[in-house]
């Protein structure tokens, strides 16, 4: 009976000498796992960069549809589109024909005369990040015998978009939206 009870504390304190060694991971299992831990994060990174990118690229695209269609309602008032605003640094437009004098700027109400007429759009939008060559682009009217056409214009900074205008050529923009 004696030899059974060393033989059952030798193999118990032999088992917890075993477990007490596979408590820890290795330190080649702990650099495998933070190397997977750092591709996973890259490659989110990544992703959620082209997604932001993306996102901003729609928003350009719905903001210069809609500043067409309340150009067209502007044309439809007063029988001519709005002249280009070359004087103002962020640009914009100048109300033209019946829309009487002054100027719209980005991200300011699309009223003309300003603060006195209609509205045409209750903010004429800028771009998402609105620095350097990332600024909408309005260019139109410069004399009478091109107040019947615009062209609109931002850049887009996906260059594989489909949606890109070959023709498009003013400065470094990519996509733009003319008069129909």
Not at 8 to 36: D, W
Not at 37 to 52: C, D, E, P, R
């Amino acid at each position: 009976m004696l030899d059974f009870r060393k033989q059952s504390l030798i193999y118990h304190l032999s088992s917890k000498i075993r477990r007490s060694r596979r408590r820890g991971f290795t330190l080649i299992e702990l650099l495998v796992v933070i190397t997977i831990i750092g591709i996973l994060i890259a490659t989110a990174t990544v992703s959620y960069t082209k997604a932001q990118r993306k996102g901003r690229d729609a928003r350009r695209k719905t903001d210069l549809k809609a500043i067409q269609q309340a150009l067209e309602n502007y044309y439809q008032n007063y029988g001519t589109y709005t002249i280009s605003d070359i004087i103002s640094i962020n640009g914009g437009m100048k109300c033209a024909g019946g829309g009487g004098p002054g100027n719209v700027s980005w991200g300011s109400v699309f009223q003309c005369p300003p603060s006195a007429g209609q509205i045409f759009m209750q903010m004429l939008p800028k771009d998402p990040l609105n620095t350097g060559t990332y600024r909408y682009i309005y260019t139109g009217g410069f004399n009478a015998s091109s107040t019947n056409t615009y062209i609109l214009s931002a850049q887009l900074e996906n260059t594989s978009d489909p949606e890109i205008s070959a023709g498009c050529n003013l400065g470094m923009h990519n996509y733009c939206v003319t008069n129909p």
